[in-house]
């Protein structure tokens, strides 16, 4: 095959398929939510779902893997959104191809391979690639001869196409302390008639595109100037899909590949431009194709629009390409027409785009829709409070803050237009108004946080352990599915961060056995509890969690006795509390499955907490659940609790599972070989946790409580079993108790109720009346000795039980008694809180007194605020106790008005 006439699909698959025939596992990409990875917003490379490996604390049964991986970068160090549009090369979304080498070949191999397929496989031009190497810029790490050695033995590779760089550019750190190494990174010169290169700086220019970086991971940094060989090398090579296919098709831009040119085109349809026109106004074209193929991956991964993190970055990016599309005529819902052809370019690499076609196209559209009926009130405002700033200054953040909470305007299209006329946001000033709102975004680095000093020290424990044959090379022996109690040996204890040979009553201790049954927190389902005991002591164990890879460790402290490691011991967990758990979890895929059939294949679980004593479940919806459908939901739940269907549990390949149809959760790490959970035809799904045998073992589903959990994500939480049965056995009795209490039978409460409710709201409105009927006879007593001052006849009042439509009606009873020179305010008071009313005659109007001015005065006094027209305003505030004395006020107010 001619590598100029490859598509951007096959030269994503003949880069699979080269490392695969060099011995490395094909990896399908995980999700764009990283999952168990709280640092980062977004999966940002490839090496994210090898963290744990890297870091110790996973293992994996293959030493070699591959894949290309989905990423997103959009927030935090790594945030390519300005760029976006600007020029050819930037993306939000983009895929990361990608080769791994765990403790197996290393920088020999790695160069070797990366030269093969450039050169041999991809026909690349030797003479065009050139390499860069790691040299010290602090004199403090050795230069790395040894990738600088194996670049001159490639066929074809002159050294003079080789430059040394510094740690800024080719050495990579996971952080302050942990696992780093230099790195060597191939560019590709796209200009060669310029002539030959001898400055590196060269290779930060326009000239050449970076297009593959190889990290070598073999220090572990103790320190600012301490680094330790690692016990194993390792190899993280990262390569950008869209930047190859342009080189491989001879394209100048990354947005006229076979990967990007069909949604160029798509847009080109709708708006009826040239083709010259479309290329004299490219940049809305580049933004409205990133940003479709990038909310396409995302709401496939279930991130959906909303007001925070990753919900946040959906919405923002929708409504910037919707805007961008108005700058090409396009003021209709569009963006879906260009999320299906990304749809329809992607589906075989990424099938669960076409599994998810419905609900990308619709939330897309229902997005536009919500955005379209503000953009334009929105744009109008913000061009207003543009024109009053003078070149070179900002519009402040809290400004740019109201026009998202009011209008719906992202930051980022607010400084889109401002930087259309030359001006900037104070981003800062932004973030601090929008603290409910702020992005997430972590550290803003693939690795985050290390823990290194536990890691080390459980690695090594790990090591004498095996060394000593006391656990074999899969260390710690986990299987939370059989069996509740199992025996064994203490092989460690630490306490305080160290190893001891024993504890004493009341230590927290870590504890670690050759094998262990207790559940460790995973998926939503929480750790389990029990104990650990032996001979005159006991342990009770509160959390299990693990640390680095091989070691499962049981958490907790000692009730009795002084545990000692060789001890004998058995491990049990609680059963009761364990048995809740499962029903809860199980119940979830009940609700999963039951939402599916109620509000449709788009409510899909976005987390969820699986407790002993309830169960809580997030999912994708845009609105609260009616009573209808919150009912409609349990009743399916408890149909099929009855109707007692077996659970099917297998173990099974991943991608076999996924072809079957199980529904994976976004957000969570699976392995090669899968846990799976069927129940029927209505439930399948990817699950680690613990269950019931069958559906009937729930016993009982109540749905507690309904609610927002962050914009377009709900929350539903319910009981099961036992605390379901205690809450029914509750409610029953207070039922009972209450219809007692009106001398009826629980059957006939409601109507007895609702018969009391008509009873209490006639006497309110009989009582309103007589309130009304008593402050009229007050005002025909006012009004025949009211009080005067410059000529201004008044009356201030606090009328006692009275509501604001009494206000609102004496004060237009005073009006039409005293048709001039008169003002009235009234108060009362209405759940703690004062409610004030003011009315001024027409001819005082003229003179400068208006009732809004009256009652902010007032209200001020009180602790709030109000207006409303010049002759009629309301006002509330928060001191009662304040109100006579502002009222007293009212006459040397009228006095400075007229005097003023």
């Known amino acids: 095959m001619k590598t100029n006439t490859m598509t951007g699909n096959e030269i994503r698959q003949s880069y699979i398929d080269f490392f695969i025939s060099k011995g490395h596992k094909f990896v399908r990409s995980s999700s764009l939510v990283p999952g168990g990875d709280s640092t980062l917003l977004f999966t940002n490379a490839g090496m994210v779902q090898f963290k744990d490996v890297f870091l110790g604390t996973d293992q994996r049964d293959y030493t070699r893997a591959t894949n290309s991986q989905k990423c997103m970068r959009v927030a935090g160090k790594h945030n390519d959104l300005e760029d976006v549009g600007q020029d050819d090369t930037h993306h939000t979304f983009f895929e990361m191809m990608g080769n791994w080498s765990f403790g197996d070949y290393y920088k020999k191999e790695a160069i070797a391979f990366a030269w093969e397929l450039l050169t041999e496989v991809w026909k690349l031009p030797g003479e065009r690639l050139y390499a860069t190497v790691f040299e010290d810029d602090q004199g403090q790490i050795p230069t790395d001869k040894e990738s600088a050695k194996y670049w001159s033995q490639q066929k074809g590779f002159s050294t003079d196409r080789l430059f040394y760089m510094g740690r800024k550019d080719n050495f990579w750190e996971m952080g302050d302390t942990g696992p780093c190494g230099p790195s060597s990174e191939i560019h590709y010169d796209l200009r060669p008639e310029d002539g030959p290169v001898t400055d590196k700086a060269t290779l930060d220019t326009d000239r050449f595109t970076e297009i593959w970086n190889l990290v070598f991971i073999q220090y572990n940094r103790k320190g600012p100037n301490k680094l330790d060989p690692l016990p194993s090398q390792h190899v993280d090579t990262g390569l950008g899909l869209d930047r190859v296919v342009a080189i491989l098709q001879k394209k100048d831009s990354n947005y006229r590949t076979d990967l990007f040119f069909p949604l160029i085109e798509a847009v080109q349809q709708l708006t009826g431009q040239t083709d010259l026109e479309r290329d004299d106004n490219f940049t809305p074209y580049r933004v409205i194709a990133d940003h479709a193929r990038a909310a396409a991956f995302l709401i496939a991964d279930g991130v959906v629009p909303g007001n925070l993190g990753r919900n946040y970055v959906c919405r923002m990016i929708i409504r910037r390409a919707y805007r961008f599309g108005g700058h090409l005529g396009l003021d209709q819902p569009f963006l879906a027409e260009i999320a299906a052809v990304v749809i329809d370019n992607y589906q075989t690499a990424y099938p669960e785009l076409q599994k998810s076609r419905k609900i990308i196209l619709d939330t897309i559209t229902r997005e536009e829709e919500q955005f379209q009926h503000t953009l334009e009130n929105a744009t109008l405002h913000l061009e207003d409070l543009l024109d009053d700033l003078k070149p070179g200054e900002e519009l402040s953040g809290e400004i740019a803050a109201n026009l998202y909470t009011t209008f719906g305007m992202p930051l980022e299209i607010t400084r889109d237009i401002a930087r259309e006329r030359g001006l900037e946001v104070d981003e800062e000033g932004f973030q601090r108004a929008m603290e409910a709102h702020r992005l997430n975004s972590g550290a803003g680095q693939a690795m985050g946080d290390l823990g290194g000093k536990e890691v080390e020290l459980y690695q090594e424990l790990l090591r004498k352990l095996q060394e000593a044959g006391q656990l074999d090379s899969g260390g710690v022996e986990y299987d939370p599915y059989q069996e509740l109690a199992v025996t064994g040996n203490v092989l460690a204890l630490i306490k305080d961060g160290a190893s001891v040979n024993s504890a004493q009553e ?40 693990q640390p680095a890879a091989g070691m499962i460790v049981h958490k907790g402290i000692v009730r009795k006795g002084t545990p000692r490691v060789g001890d004998p011991a058995e491990a049990a967990v609680d059963q009761q509390r364990r048995k809740d758990i499962m029903r809860n979890h199980t119940a979830t895929h009940l609700l999963h499955a039951a939402l599916d059939k109620v509000l449709g294949e788009h409510a899909r679980q976005a987390g969820s907490l699986v407790a002993p004593d309830h169960l809580r479940f997030d999912f994708t919806h845009n609105q609260a659940l009616t009573e209808e459908e919150l009912r409609a939901i349990e009743e399916e739940v408890n149909r099929r609790i009855l109707e007692d269907h077996p659970l099917t549990i297998t173990q099974k390949p991943l991608q076999d599972a996924i072809d079957e149809g199980a529904r994976a959760l976004f957000g969570e790490k699976y392995g090669d070989v899968v846990r799976t959970i069927k129940m029927g035809d209505f439930s399948y799904e990817l699950c680690g946790g613990t269950h019931c045998e069958r559906s009937g073992d729930v016993a009982l589903f109540l749905i507690t409580s309904e609610g927002s959990a962050a914009a377009g994500i709900r929350r539903i939480e319910a009981l099961t079993g036992r605390a379901a049965y205690k809450l029914v056995q509750t409610r029953f009795q207070e039922l009972k108790q209450a219809a007692a209490h009106l001398s009826t039978s629980p059957d006939q409460l409601a109507s007895q109720v609702n018969a009391l409710l008509e009873q209490t709201k006639k006497a309110e409105r009989k009582r309103d009346k007589l309130v009304q009927k008593l402050a009229l006879i007050e005002l025909e007593t006012a009004l025949t000795d009211l009080d005067q001052v410059a000529g201004v006849n008044y009356l201030t009042s606090i009328l006692e039980d009275a509501d604001l439509e009494t206000l609102r009606m004496v004060a237009d009873r005073f009006r039409q008694q005293v048709p001039e020179r008169g003002v009235v305010v009234l108060a009362t008071v ?17 003179r400068g007194i208006q009732a809004g001015d009256l009652i902010q005065h007032v209200a001020r006094q009180v602790g709030g605020g109000g207006g409303g027209r010049p002759g009629l305003a309301e006002a509330g505030g928060k001191h009662p106790e304040k109100l006579a004395s502002a009222l007293a006020s009212v006459p040397s107010w009228i006095e400075n008005q007229l005097s003023g």
């Open 506 to 545: 009341n230590d927290f201790v870590q504890i670690v056995l050759p094998k262990t049954v207790f559940y460790m927190e995973s998926g939503g389902q929480v750790s389990d509890t029990g104990t650990i005991s032996g001979d005159g002591w006991i342990i009770e164990v509160v959390d299990v969690y």
């Open 830 to 846: 209405i759940e703690g809180a004062p409610r004030l009313v003011a009315a001024v005659t027409e001819d005082l109007i003229k």
